[in-house]
């Protein structure tokens, strides 16, 4: 127990006023735990990780935690993040953002940064909704879901953020949960060690704007949930009919240099080229 | 044996590559974009040149958004950063000026203004962004905005710009119009020690002693780069001293005053101006940009027809340079502001002139350059 309070005052900040600004019920402060111990178990030095977030409750995130902390405008934190890893690409850059921060407002930002393969780690807290703003349906809503822009239920369809990232070109897409807490842990682990971009989707329940209005009585019968339909990518690839079941795992793996390693490497050819003297 | 000082390299370049050669002599290392004209070549040559510089970064992003999130980011890194666009592209990045102006981020934003609201006249020029330099983005911010008239004064002025956005942290926006941009002229590349350059101040304190938006003497804190050993937090949420979000009043009043009086307490510094002609000047014209060279050529004309004309050019629009202005609207029976747009930098002037003496406004907004012969007619 005292090795976990010596982890939890060298990585969180102690001038920073606790609790958490999270809801009861919350996963976001799972993600957050999992996002220290993944930089504890990697033996990261907190000077060279920089944490770019976004706005809502996952950006508020980035205030708990001593490394380098950046909080951007909304649905920017992936182009602030290019530029930090593109200027110091020694840094260890992740990005933290909402569904909605990701893509909704940052759908472009996300799509083109997989594309270009910048090595900065996308970490995607998933809740379905927009929670700090109150409760609107996001890009991720399910169909037929309830949020209050979508009273009689949600028309449009969801994106699927794995599918997405992947046909973008990502480096390495994977999902996880805050129910599957060691799994997460690993998927994350695995992501900050891999270059070029890397993105995990964290399926996090947001009981206070999404569960209520959803026919949830409260946020352990969300977690629940969590356990029940999601399942390793193994079993579900085995079922014969998915049935509204959500596969966790990792989903793209490609070693392919990111694109400040590829930018330098040009760099240095030209400079080869002039014989030094550029 | 002695080698001969002043054997200068020179070129024959457009206002947008000079800006770029200025970017350069002032330390510019990064550059993220996005393509828009008339901007473009500021970026095509930015895409040449920076591979060839040491650690230098040139990434084209997706929009100009991205462009502006880039270019904070590699500021927070440590880089000396910039961006260039037009009109549409400038609208575009608003959000994150005032994100930087909050953040005490220091950037170098090029807008070369086109004609027209929208999509406008892409290929003709306007000075119609002026009061969106200054107010575009939301909420109480200071902002340094410069101009340039010719294409020497291109490189000049970006150099300055590059200079105040490290010294006062800041944002600081370079607005040429389409004609400066796109003028081909004669000039001296700029050679190491014929500018002075200045550099962001870095903490020297230890981390744990730092606080990186503490009231210093300067009221501009230092900035460590990203990954130097000193781990705060940047956001743009009001924030405390530590950088933390605040809403408590003496520490939003706090924050908000010191952003203004760092810049405030520097007009001298940052309010440049060119006088031609104005100490016994019965008329001033009062211009920026190339409309500035126009009335350069009506002021002389005008003093050899025997009118005691003078030119205030102005190199900084904002903070107004009220110090310069306000002596000129009380020594002389009426001023004249030519602008390429409805009256944008004419409000500030008759603001400052409180009635004093008589202002006359000529506005082009077809796309078309105020002629010399225009503004003579209005001050002879």
Known sequence: ?278 | MTTPRNKRREAFLLGNEAVVEGALAAGCSFYAGYPITPSTEIMECMAKRLPHVPDGVFIQMEDEIASMGAIIGGSLAGRKVMTATSGPGFSLMQEQIGYAAMTETPLVLVNVMRGGASTGLPTSPGQGDVQQARWGAHGDHPIIVLSATDVPECVEMAVTAFNFAEKYRTPVILLLDEITAHTREKISLPEPGDFEIVSRLTPTMPPEWYKPFEETMRGVPPMPPIGSGYRFHVTGLTHDAQGFPTSRPEEVRALTERQFRKIDRFFEDIQLVEHVETADAEVVVIAYGCVARSARLAVRQAREAGVRAGLLVLKTLYPFPRRHVEPLLRSTRLAVVPELNMGQLSREVKRVNEGHTTVRTINRIDGQIITPSQILKEIA
């Open chain 1, 1 to 278: 127990m005292a090795e976990i309070t010596q982890l939890i005052h060298h990585y969180l900040r102690h001038n920073k006023k606790f609790p958490l600004v999270f809801c009861p019920g919350c996963g976001h402060g799972i993600v957050l735990g999992s996002l220290v111990r993944s930089v504890h178990a990697l033996g990261l030095a907190k000077d060279n990780v920089v944490i770019v977030a976004g706005i809502g409750c996952s950006g508020r995130i980035a205030a708990y935690v001593d490394f380098n902390t950046v909080h951007t405008t909304h649905g920017r934190a992936l182009t602030v993040a290019t530029g930090i890893k593109m200027a110091n690409p020694k840094l260890t850059v992740i990005a933290v953002m909402g569904d909605g921060d990701a893509f909704s407002i940052g759908g472009n930002h996300l799509i083109h940064a997989a594309r270009r393969n910048i090595g900065v780690t996308a970490l995607v807290l998933n809740n379905f909704i927009y929670g700090m703003t109150g409760g609107q349906c996001s890009s991720t809503t399910p169909e037929g879901a309830y949020s209050h822009t979508s009273p009689m239920g949600q028309l449009e369809s969801a994106f699927d953020i794995v599918e997405l990232t992947r046909a973008a070109g990502a480096a390495g897409v994977s999902r996880g949960t805050v129910f599957h807490v060691k799994e997460l842990d690993a998927l994350l682990t695995d992501a900050l060690t891999r270059p070029g971009f890397n993105l995990v989707e964290a399926l996090t329940p947001c009981f206070t704007q999404y569960g209520r209005g959803n026919g949830f009585k409260s946020a352990v019968e969300m977690f629940r949930w969590l356990k029940n339909s999601c399942l390793p990518l193994e079993r579900y690839a085995k079922l014969e009919d998915p049935g509204g079941k959500i596969p966790i795992g990792s989903f793209v793996r490609r070693d392919v240099p990111g694109l400040e390693t590829r930018y330098a490497a040009m760099c240095q050819g030209l400079r080869a080229k002039k014989g030094g003297a550029a």
